[in-house]
């Protein structure tokens, strides 16, 4: 579905009768745009389905970040385990870490960052590409990594800007 605010109502015969407000929300959540969240609420309300608002509240704050936490076609588990890191505060603290290395020691890979913060290299790598995404780091040129031996991009520090 492409990112307009208009919401075709056959996305309801996606719900069981019987599906409870959860399911209705995280129906919302994976199945519509973000901007189609309200009008889908209005229409799950008028067809008789209840509607955890609470919740698609709780996910419009990670939602407005400028990246997904998951991707639409990724399992169930996979979004249940990022909202979990997310919600324990581990992402964050991670990201933390990550934009300390890359502070400390500009121009390393995200598997010689990894070592540095002590995390594994695959959640370096999902970390980098967080603290990317939040304008706190950016990619330089590739190298040779020292830890996979193969060709990998550099992180560096975002210049801070002076006030004017």
């Not at 996305?11 to 019987?18: K, Y």
């Not at 919302?28 to 901007?35: F, S, T």
């Not at 970390?127 to 950016?138: F, N, P, V």
Request: glycine content about 6%; aromatic content about 6%.
């Amino acid at each position: 579905m492409t990112e307009s605010t208009a919401v075709k109502p056959d996305w309801l015969t996606r719900l069981p009768q019987n599906a409870d407000a959860m399911y209705v929300a995280t129906a919302i959540e994976r199945w519509l745009p973000r901007a189609g969240w309200r009008q889908a609420i209005d229409t799950a309300r008028q067809c008789g389905f209840q509607v955890d608002v609470d919740y698609l509240r709780q996910r419009w704050q990670l939602a407005k970040r400028d990246h997904p936490i998951a991707r639409r076609s990724d399992p169930e588990t996979s979004w249940m385990a990022s909202e979990s890191i997310t919600r324990r505060g581990t992402r964050a603290a991670h990201v933390a870490l990550i934009v300390a290395g890359v502070c400390s020691e500009p121009g390393k890979t995200s598997a010689e960052l990894g070592e540095i913060v002590h995390l594994d290299r695959v959640e370096a790598g999902r970390r980098t590409s967080d603290a990317m995404a939040d304008g706190l780091i950016e990619q330089g040129p590739e190298r040779t990594c020292t830890v996979c031996r193969s060709a990998c991009v550099t992180w560096w520090p975002v210049p801070r800007r002076k006030a004017a």
